[in-house]
């Protein structure tokens, strides 16, 4: 989280701007969704839950002292909505089956697999408690709480709760060793599971925990077992549900007179339409977008100009014909001042690359070794997420998009305070977003999109996407995500020379479609990312995203 953005958010929504409050809303709807679907296991009572707390918080946001203390402040109230829904529960209510498995939602929506889909089912063996502080310690492990917001959810001290969360993962590591036991094939379990109507409860869960301990079979572990918390590092919130919709019977107010009250009509909107956050290492459609400027000095591209993506109701685009590869652009250097960028750029919309052409040879630049706030692996998927980068060396930028869950157009992120010099290396990932995804499911054309659910659309002027973009930095940046249109997520690991050749030299498993492309000149007249300031705005998503095309 960025604390100085959340910080200007809530103050603004603090004193009257509904702007902020959109983005206040829209912004912590999934996290509350993910602590209460979990803690509920996606009982129909889920969307009751969620709308009060944001009704809650919203309604008292004015008595927030410390914008700082937000996220804990929220997380608080949701825990006291769960558990005044647990006291309201009725005995005819207690047995009824969840309208959503929320297990199943995670599984399904973060495409887990192995042990971390072990891990999601395992959720279900849980008692109503243990769940409920669950559901605080996986956003916790995740990155998206701290162990002091943990604890004042709760409402104990963080020793306490340290004691609390190890009893938990006991008890989790048990239920996990269930599920494993029921995918596995032990006859004496499937005989003693032929009476089991197959909701999880207390009392099954202690007895096929006392068949695991003397089972050989089931007792045994196959392979090696992670700890839960190395599974659950940098993994994804759960995206709200397509049908997803909270009731606009705002404590018995109709929407008009919610509206009325203050609560803007985007705010009503953000409360029924499903917010989507693109996934970390998920299989959905991937790419990787980079635009360059050329300096103003420099003469107009002659280059061809493409459009960079069809609209929704456009025909699916087509294979582009058999072409030249993109020459590497060997403008003339900008001109020398501090506040300017240095190097050269490619202000045209570029061709794609010949299928099966090899990349021009990668200069070689020297490296020391790139340190980042976001670790090995920073996910950024959330507008204002952000990664500073500090060094000399390679950085790999990978880009999910998934314009199934929200098409449009595409804010492009922003590289801001920048101390020192960074180019454009080169593109890989094996293949243009724009390049047709042969026997692709539910309509989609390309991996921008396609006519059954639209369209990712790039900025004017931007070259098209490639999965995986390349960059060199000699000093220390900073860059931040801007998703607003279009679903897109960036994943930024620190990486090496080698990596890169390694990329871009080798196609797809199933024959080379695209090679990467070289973009380095070796010199400073190698290409700058576009959205680049010596700056560091409040707001980097004002960062002027400008080109001649």
């Known amino acids: 989280m960025d604390s100085q953005h959340w910080r200007a958010v809530i103050t603004a929504a603090q004193a009257g701007?509904?702007?902020?409050?959109?983005?206040?809303?829209t912004g912590w709807l999934p996290l509350v969704y993910n602590i209460v679907g979990r803690a509920l296991n996606g009982h129909a009572d889920v969307d009751d839950v969620v709308q009060e707390t944001m009704l809650r918080a919203v309604g008292n946001l004015g008595s927030l002292r410390d914008p700082d203390s937000f996220r804990s402040w929220l997380v608080a109230i949701a825990m006291r909505q769960i558990r005044d829904r647990a006291r309201?529960?009725?005995?005819?209510r207690l047995e009824e089956a969840p309208a959503s498995d929320f297990a199943d939602l995670t599984v399904l929506r973060l495409q887990l697999e192995g042990q971390r889909r072990e891990v999601a089912e395992a959720v279900r063996?849980?008692?109503?408690?243990?769940?409920?502080?669950?559901?605080?310690?996986?956003?916790?492990?995740?990155?998206?709480?701290?162990?002091?917001?943990?604890?004042?959810?709760?409402g104990i001290t963080r020793q306490h709760a340290a004691v609390r969360v190890q009893r938990m993962k006991e008890r989790l590591e048990t239920s996990r060793g269930i599920v494993r036991a029921l995918d596995g094939a032990c006859p004496e379990l499937r005989e003693m599971t032929g009476r089991w109507d197959g909701r999880p409860d207390s009392v099954w869960r202690k007895r096929l925990a006392r068949h695991i301990r003397g089972c050989g079979y089931c007792g045994g572990t196959r392979e090696a077992v992670v700890p839960a918390e190395r599974l659950l590092v940098g993994l994804a919130l759960v995206p709200l549900p397509a049908g997803f919709t909270l009731s606009l019977a705002f404590g018995g107010k109709t929407a008009a007179a919610a509206t009325s009250a203050g609560w803007s009509a985007k705010l009503l909107g953000a409360l029924t339409k499903p917010a989507v956050a693109v996934t970390a290492g998920a299989t959905i459609v991937a790419g990787g977008a980079y635009v360059v400027t050329q300096p103003p000095d420099a003469p107009p591209s002659r280059a061809a100009i493409a459009p960079t993506a069809p609209t929704a109701t456009s025909e699916p685009p087509r294979t582009p014909a058999p072409h030249a590869p993109a020459p590497t652009s060997k403008p003339s250097p900008s001109a020398t001042k501090k506040t300017d960028s240095y190097g050269t750029v490619v202000d045209a919309v570029d061709r794609a690359p010949d299928p099966n052409a090899r990349p021009a040879a990668l200069p070689h630049r020297p490296e020391s070794g790139i340190t980042s706030t976001g670790g090995l692996k920073a996910v950024m998927q959330h507008r204002g997420d952000r990664v500073t980068l500090t060094g000399r060396g390679y950085v790999l930028v990978r880009w999910q998009i998934s314009p199934g869950s929200r098409p449009g157009a595409l804010v492009m992120p922003s590289w801001t305070g920048l101390k020192g010099r960074l180019f454009h290396v080169a593109s890989g990932g094996s293949r243009r977003m724009d390049d047709p995804l042969p026997g692709a499911p539910?309509?989609?054309?390309?991996?921008?999109?396609?006519?059954?659910?639209?369209?990712?659309?790039?900025?004017?002027?931007?070259?098209q996407m490639w999965q995986n973009e390349y960059f060199y930095l000699d000093g220390t940046v900073t860059l931040t995500q801007n998703e607003r249109g279009c679903d897109y997520g960036l994943i930024v690991f620190p990486t090496n020379r080698d990596a890169v050749v390694e990329d871009i030299d080798q196609g797809p498993p199933q024959g080379a479609i695209r090679y990467g492309l070289v973009r380095d000149t070796g010199t400073d007249g190698a290409p700058v990312p576009q959205y680049v300031t010596r700056g560091t705005p409040a707001d980097p998503a004002t960062v002027p995203q400008r080109s001649r095309v």
Do not use: C, F
């Open 17 to 25: 701007d509904r702007r902020a409050l959109d983005e206040l809303v």
């Open 88 to 92: 309201r529960k009725t005995p005819d």
């Open 442 to 463: 539910n309509g989609y054309a390309t991996g921008m999109g396609g006519p059954a659910i639209g369209y990712a659309v790039l900025a004017p002027g931007t070259q």
């Open 125 to 154: 063996w849980l008692d109503d408690e243990d769940r409920q502080l669950l559901s605080l310690w996986w956003l916790e492990v995740a990155g998206e709480l701290t162990r002091r917001e943990l604890a004042a959810a709760v």
